[in-house]
């Protein structure tokens, strides 16, 4: 394969004040993947800028903004709202963007590089993703776009947006899968020790970190508490006496604050406690419902793949290094 027919680019954007692992962590899996393809990507990166500083104070040099083709995907990484604004302000650099959109192969923003795309209106109409932190804005000011608040990576037509951060990575295992194969992009997760290739539907937040910081002072304890019997058959009394209130009570304090039924709370921290334990190559599968609080294997394996669009055996595969 040579680089002049073959070789997909990978257009970086970098700018002042750009988050480094938002721009770092995409290019290390197409420059990775050129281990087990060689030169089926060329990344470069570009600016209006020879030279930025990202967040980290490391400096970067970057490329002249070049001719884009079909064969050609670009990516605009994430920063800090002021560097993301001045990007946006930087009307060399807009330009260029929105002539280079219409002719690339791909688009693609990585957490607040998703307010960069919303600005050329290129997420009019399109459904989109940025950090969860950033979701209701980006919502409030792009109004024609469908703003998803949880998944991890959208595809849309050409344009590609990722939650930001590490999901960029996953966003890009993606587009490798989807221009190499999924084997390749599989190999290229184990090499970067990346254990799991995530599908971009599944949750941007830890479960049971996420539940501790919605509960309101009345059920901080609860989440511990369930946590640290998870394998023990609990009803919704068995809660509602932990925290002392009336089961009508918690039924309405769970919906208001985790915006669950105490049921489906219970299984949201069963699953998590499922996907952990997988990541052991020494805990058998099927024995794994008992450490979970599931009454059969069967019955773990339908919640599972339910929840995370995989069975527990194929997150397994990909967790465990064969």
């Known amino acids: 394969m040579s680089i002049s027919d073959k070789t997909?680019?990978?257009?970086?954007?970098?700018?002042?004040?750009?988050?480094?692992?938002?721009?770092?962590?995409?290019?290390?899996?197409?420059?990775?993947?050129?281990?087990?393809?060689?030169?089926?990507?060329?990344?470069?990166?570009?600016?209006?800028?020879?030279?930025?500083?990202?967040?980290?104070?490391?400096?970067?040099?970057?490329n002249r903004l070049p001719r884009i083709t079909m064969s050609d995907?670009?990516?605009?990484?994430?920063?800090?709202?002021?560097?993301?604004?001045a990007a946006m302000n930087d009307q060399v650099l807009m330009k260029w963007l929105r002539r280079s959109a219409e002719n690339a192969g791909r688009v693609a923003s990585v957490c607040s590089g998703a307010f960069v795309l919303a600005e050329l209106g290129l997420l009019d109409g399109k459904r989109a993703v940025t950090h969860w932190s950033a979701t209701k804005q980006l919502a409030k000011e792009r109004a024609n776009a469908r703003i998803e608040e949880e998944a991890i990576f959208v595809e849309d037509g050409k344009?590609?947006?990722?939650?930001?951060?590490?999901?960029?990575?996953?966003?890009?295992?993606a587009l490798v899968a989807r221009?190499?194969?999924?084997?390749?992009?599989?190999?290229?997760?184990?090499?970067?020790?990346?254990?799991?290739?995530?599908?971009?539907?599944?949750?941007?937040?830890?479960?049971?970190?996420?539940?501790?910081?919605?509960?309101?002072?009345d059920l901080s304890k609860l989440i511990p508490w369930l946590e640290n019997r998870i394998d023990q058959p609990t009803s919704v009394q068995d809660m509602a006496s932990k925290v002392g209130?009336?089961?009508?009570?918690?039924?309405?304090?769970?919906?208001?604050?985790?915006?669950?039924?105490?049921?489906?709370?219970?299984?949201?921290?069963?699953?998590?406690?499922?996907?952990?334990?997988?990541?052991?190559?020494?805990?058998?599968?099927?024995?794994?419902?008992?450490?979970?609080?599931?009454?059969s294997a069967a019955a773990l394996s339908k919640a599972f793949k339910k929840q995370f669009a995989v069975s527990p055996k194929a997150y397994r595969t990909h967790w465990v290094s064969r």
């Open 159 to 173: 344009i590609w947006t990722s939650a930001g951060v590490t999901t960029g990575i996953d966003m890009a295992l």
């Open 8 to 62: 997909k680019r990978i257009i970086v954007v970098g700018f002042e004040g750009v988050q480094l692992l938002d721009l770092a962590g995409p290019s290390d899996v197409f420059s990775v993947a050129n281990v087990f393809v060689p030169d089926a990507y060329e990344v470069n990166f570009v600016g209006t800028q020879s030279d930025v500083a990202a967040t980290s104070g490391l400096k970067l040099g970057l």
């Open 245 to 295: 209130l009336s089961e009508r009570q918690f039924h309405r304090k769970c919906v208001a604050q985790f915006a669950l039924t105490p049921a489906k709370l219970l299984l949201e921290l069963r699953l998590d406690r499922a996907r952990h334990l997988l990541r052991d190559p020494d805990a058998r599968i099927s024995t794994l419902h008992t450490k979970c609080g599931f009454e």
């Open 179 to 217: 221009d190499l194969g999924d084997a390749v992009a599989l190999r290229v997760a184990r090499s970067l020790v990346v254990h799991l290739m995530r599908s971009g539907n599944q949750s941007q937040f830890s479960e049971p970190l996420s539940l501790q910081l919605t509960a309101g002072p």
């Open 73 to 85: 995907t670009i990516l605009v990484p994430g920063g800090p709202a002021k560097a993301v604004r």
